[in-house]
């Protein structure tokens, strides 16, 4: 019996791993079941589409994709699912991130990808956790106390 996912992660090259750690770390503080996967759109674009596939066969609920440069990973899967992707644009390449915000951000219509800043991985984690939210009162209440908790920190650091 395969585990069940509800959150696949993939990025495009291991060496952006550190960028996705914050999303990694904040979902499995909720419990969320992971997955992580090193796949590119470009170089294996067959096991892009099979990582996909076993990830809806699996259960998994919503993608979150991160990629530098042409970010074109966020676009590849969103093409493939009528899942929620939710893309990271990484920084880094000449415009430090900006070219891979664009690629992220700019889809054609009918393909849509949510997406956060450059480097933005919590949010990433934390609007994948809004969107299993909606059917989980659990993680809605995580949610609100993860939330408080982040504004208590601020009201006590003045």
């Given at each position: 019996?395969?585990?069940?996912?509800?959150?696949?992660?993939?990025?495009?090259?291991?060496?952006?791993?550190?960028?996705?750690?914050?999303?990694?770390?904040?979902?499995?503080?909720?419990?969320?079941?992971?997955?992580?996967?090193?796949?590119?759109?470009?170089?294996?674009?067959?096991?892009?589409?099979?990582?996909?596939?076993n990830a809806i066969n699996n259960?998994?609920?919503?993608?979150?994709?991160?990629?530098?440069?042409?970010?074109?990973?966020?676009?590849?899967?969103?093409?493939?699912?009528?899942?929620?992707?939710?893309?990271?644009?990484?920084?880094?390449?000449?415009?430090?991130?900006?070219?891979?915000?664009?690629?992220?951000?700019?889809?054609?219509?009918?393909v849509p990808v949510a997406t956060?800043?450059v480097d933005g991985a919590k949010?990433?984690?934390?609007?994948?956790?809004?969107?299993?939210?909606?059917?989980?009162?659990?993680?809605?209440?995580?949610?609100?106390?993860?939330?408080?908790?982040?504004?208590?920190?601020?009201?006590?650091?003045?």
């Amino acid at each position: 019996m395969t585990k069940k996912i509800d959150v696949q992660i993939i990025i495009g090259s291991k060496s952006d791993e550190p960028k996705v750690k914050s999303a990694i770390d904040l979902l499995s503080e909720f419990g969320i079941n992971i997955d992580f996967k090193v796949a590119s759109a470009h170089r294996t674009p067959e096991y892009v589409t099979e990582i996909v596939d076993n990830a809806i066969n699996n259960g998994v609920k919503v993608f979150i994709t991160g990629a530098g440069m042409a970010n074109h990973l966020s676009g590849t899967v969103a093409s493939k699912t009528v899942l929620p992707v939710i893309g990271i644009p990484f920084s880094g390449g000449v415009s430090d991130g900006m070219d891979a915000l664009l690629a992220t951000v700019q889809m054609p219509p009918g393909v849509p990808v949510a997406t956060v800043a450059v480097d933005g991985a919590k949010n990433a984690a934390l609007l994948a956790l809004q969107i299993l939210g909606i059917e989980n009162k659990d993680i809605q209440k995580k949610l609100v106390e993860y939330r408080h908790k982040e504004a208590e920190k601020i009201k006590n650091a003045i």
